[in-house]
Each structure stands twice: as structure tokens, then as C-alpha cells.
């Protein structure tokens, strides 16, 4: 299929939402500056391009990582390009370089429906009736390339609580890690320097048209961004010499956020969940590397398991934030590290309440959110009591209610607002059992070398 000339009126699209096609135009990278340039356009609108800067980062000598890397960042051009795509949702979708649609467009498909669920109940749009890539051709595609990489890992941080436990987790595996991060937050190079490792950081500047459509009115929401950062992690692990690309999802990222109508699953966390961590390392094995290693450490546990062990971490808790007004592109949105008054607030709180004293939870987060009767609802949210779960990357429902059936039973919480409040009606939904909950599962595609280091399961993947 051709790229649209024009909106019908010959003149360049002003409003993304009447473009008829939605073009992947270009997709380069200065070896000299380590800055990649993607290029997308809307008809014959003006083309978008947005930057992402790889620092110090060496050409590979090898020919073969040459190649690999150049086929990470056309897998990188076609995730990042639900940014911009989200804006108009065109109905037709075309690549300058159609092998690139053909490899990638089952993969980008699934990505885009999934990953813009969230976005289009939020807008009341059937994103899957619009999204359209190209289906994979007969043509024999390119073979994925043989690597030698160096057994090290780049590990992902966020500046949150889960981030800062696989990180742990790398190190007292012996995976050599490196932490590595989206964007200049302070924050994040606080939490990675109180565990004495240093931090590199990857930018990305969005095309500075995509801003002006929004404030116009084109379509706008929430988008996959841990896709978008896994894509960019891998190309800069061809770059520097890194076999492993280790992110901190845990099992509960896989639970619907909320059923639509329609009866289709909406995950606000779809690019966290092993759905996608599968979809990716098929296809990362299928057109780059069956050498290059991409999972989540931190698979195998339920968030209360991370926190349980998080709380141990002592050295971190001032110095954390898992409150997202933190993390932003254009930097944060608070003061402080925590705004008292979201869900990603409410679930720290509940959580962390599960494994310390109340004075230790309010010196974490600077307030007692658990002894506040305003945050009633937020928390009713979580539990899924009478509400949904918010659109936020919180634990499973199952599990703020177990740690809410927990505090009920512990004197130091149950006197608090919220927990009288709350408990009695956990006596009329079901509440897991909190054993289970602490338990390592197999669900993962962790290395069996490194589940024999920390004592985790092997996974019941690579079993079959």
C-alpha cells in the first residue's frame, strides 16, 4: 500500500484524526553523535521525528552486531511509533522498508490492540477495528544473526521499589549488572547510588509536533512505554556489549486491569506481562539474536513478594518513589517523592504495611495514608470492593485484600481508618491466602543457571 498525498484538500493534515494513513518513514543512526533518528508521518503531514541518545556509546567492530543492532532499531522504530500512531489511529499503516512490516507486523499488531486497550476504552474507541498492520509475507525473511556478547546484564530501574529489588536480585546472582535508565530523573540516580552502583542513561525526545497535536485535540492516552524502553534497552545492549536485558515485572502485572463491556480484557500493565515479555523474545529471537537475552527477574513473584523483600532494604527506603507524578519525560510533577493521594500511593502503603510498623511507613512516605478516612475510596479501588481497579501498575486485586485482611489482624494496624473501615467486607468476596501469595512461581523465563543462584524455581516454560 502507497502513503495518502494529501487530506483531500491538497493541503498538509492538520488533525491526525482525518489522516487516511499513518506512515513509518524513516529510521537511522549517527554512529559518530549515538543519536538514532525516527521518522513517522501522518499523509503529507510534516514528518515527526524523535531522538534517542545512546552517550559514549562505541560502533560495534563486529560486523554481525552491526547488523543485529540495525534490526533492533527498526523493532525499536516500530514500537515507538504507537506514540505518535495513538494520535489519528489511520486506518492504513505503511513502511519505507516493507521487509521491516512483513517481519514485524503480527508482533506490532498484538502490541498496538493490547497495548492501546487502556487508551481506547479511556476515549471510547475500537482500537483493534482500526489498527491494521501489514501481515506477514511469503518472502524469505533475513535469519537472525549469531552473537558472542559478554555475559554482563543491563538491568532497568525506575527509582521504585520493584526496580530496586531485581536490581539486587542481578547483583547477588553475579549477572555483572549495569543499571540503566529512560530519561534524567534525579530520583532514579539517588536509589541506584544507595545501592553503590552507577547508572546509565538513555534519552529520548519525543518530536515536538507530537505535543502541539495534543494540545490541538488529537487522540491521547496511555501508552505501552515499557515496550517502548525495552526496545531502546536492547539496541543499547548491542552498542555496548551486554547479553542480557534484565527488566523487574512481577506476576501480578498480568491481571486485567478491567473488563469492557464488550468483554475484552484491558490491562493498563499489557507491556509488563509475560504475554508481551514472550511476544518480544519470540520475535527478538525470529529477526535479531537467539544470543541476546531479554526477560523480567522478578516474574516469578506477586508484588506483596517483592515488598516482602524490599522491606529488608533498608538502605533504600527514604531514597525510593513508586508515586508515578515522580517520572515523567518533562520531569516531575510534586514536590517530595510521594503525593499521599493516588493509587500508586495507596498500594505502597497498604503493602509496605504488610511487612513494617506504622512509624516506619509514615517516615517512608511522609504520612499515614492508612489512618486517613479521605483515602477510603482509593483504597475500596485496589481492593476491588464495590469499584474497579484503578488504571495504574498496582498489585492484584487478591493481594490488597490479603494485606488488608492481614493488617485487620495485626494490632499495630487494625485501629486504623481505613483498615475498620475496609475489613468487614472482605467477609463477602474472596480473599488469598497469603502464603500462596509469598510463594515463587514458575511462570517465567528466567535462565535456569541463574534460578539455581537465587534458589527460584525453574521455569515452567522452558519445560514446555
Request: hydrophobic share 40%.
Amino acid at each position: 500500500m502507497t502513503p495518502a498525498t494529501s487530506n483531500g484538500t491538497g493541503l498538509p493534515l492538520d488533525d491526525p484524526r482525518a489522516a487516511r494513513t499513518f506512515l513509518f518513514t524513516s529510521c537511522d543512526y549517527d554512529r559518530a553523535a549515538g543519536v538514532a533518528r525516527l521518522g513517522y508521518r501522518f499523509d503529507a503531514g510534516p514528518e515527526l521525528v524523535e531522538h534517542i541518545t545512546f552517550p559514549h556509546a562505541p560502533w560495534p567492530v563486529e560486523p554481525s552486531r552491526q547488523a543485529a543492532f540495525l534490526r533492533a532499531l527498526e523493532l525499536l522504530h516500530g514500537i515507538a511509533g504507537v506514540s505518535y500512531y495513538k494520535a489519528g489511529l489511520a486506518p492504513a499503516i505503511w513502511f519505507h522498508q516493507r521487509e521491516t512490516g512483513s517481519a514485524l507486523g503480527g508482533f506490532l499488531q498484538q502490541l498496538y490492540v493490547h497495548g492501546l486497550a487502556e487508551f481506547g476504552y479511556v476515549n471510547g474507541i475500537d482500537v483493534a477495528a482500526r489498527v491494521r498492520f501489514p501481515s506477514p509475507g511469503a518472502q524469505d525473511l533475513p535469519a537472525p544473526v549469531p552473537l558472542a556478547l559478554p555475559a554482563r546484564a543491563l538491568v532497568a530501574v525506575g527509582g521504585g521499589k520493584d526496580s530496586l529489588v531485581g536490581l539486587d536480585l542481578a547483583r547477588r546472582a553475579g549477572m555483572e549488572p549495569q543499571a540503566i535508565t529512560v530519561g534524567d530523573s534525579p530520583l532514579i540516580g539517588e536509589t541506584v547510588s544507595a545501592l553503590g552502583l552507577p547508572l546509565l542513561r538513555i534519552r529520548r525526545q519525543l518530536a515536538p509536533e507530537l505535543a502541539a497535536m495534543n494540545r490541538a485535540g488529537a487522540w491521547n492516552g496511555h501508552v505501552p512505554v515499557t515496550a517502548i524502553n525495552s526496545a531502546i534497552l536492547l539496541c543499547a545492549a548491542l552498542l555496548y556489549g551486554f547479553r542480557q536485558v534484565v527488566f523487574s515485572n512481577e506476576r501480578s502485572a498480568d491481571e486485567a486491569t478491567l473488563t469492557a463491556p464488550d468483554g475484552r480484557e484491558v490491562n493498563h500493565q499489557y507491556s509488563k506481562s509475560t504475554a508481551f515479555e514472550g511476544a518480544l523474545r519470540d520475535v527478538l529471537a525470529r529477526t535479531i539474536s537467539p544470543n541476546l537475552e531479554y526477560f523480567s527477574i522478578l516474574r516469578p513473584f506477586s508484588e506483596l513478594g517483592v515488598v516482602q523483600r524490599f522491606s529488608t532494604m533498608t538502605n533504600c527506603h527514604r531514597v525510593f518513589s513508586s508515586c508515578n507524578r515522580n517520572f515523567h519525560l518533562d520531569g516531575p510533577r510534586l514536590q517530595g517523592r510521594w503525593c499521599r493521594d493516588c493509587p500508586k500511593c495507596r498500594f505502597a502503603a497498604l503493602s509496605l504495611a504488610v511487612f513494617l510498623a506504622p512509624p516506619d511507613v509514615a517516615a517512608i512516605q511522609g504520612g499515614d495514608l492508612l489512618n486517613d478516612d479521605l483515602q477510603e475510596d482509593g483504597f475500596r479501588a485496589l481492593c476491588r470492593l464495590g469499584r474497579d481497579k484503578p488504571f495504574e501498575c498496582v498489585g492484584e486485586a487478591g493481594e490488597s485484600r490479603a494485606a488488608l485482611a492481614a493488617l485487620s489482624r495485626d494490632a499495630a494496624w487494625r485501629g486504623h481508618a481505613v483498615v475498620q473501615a475496609l475489613s468487614p467486607e472482605l467477609e463477602r468476596v474472596e480473599v488469598p491466602a497469603m502464603a500462596s501469595l509469598l510463594q515463587p512461581g514458575d511462570q517465567h523465563f528466567i535462565p535456569p543457571d541463574i534460578c539455581a543462584r537465587l534458589g527460584l524455581p525453574e521455569s515452567g516454560h522452558a519445560r514446555g
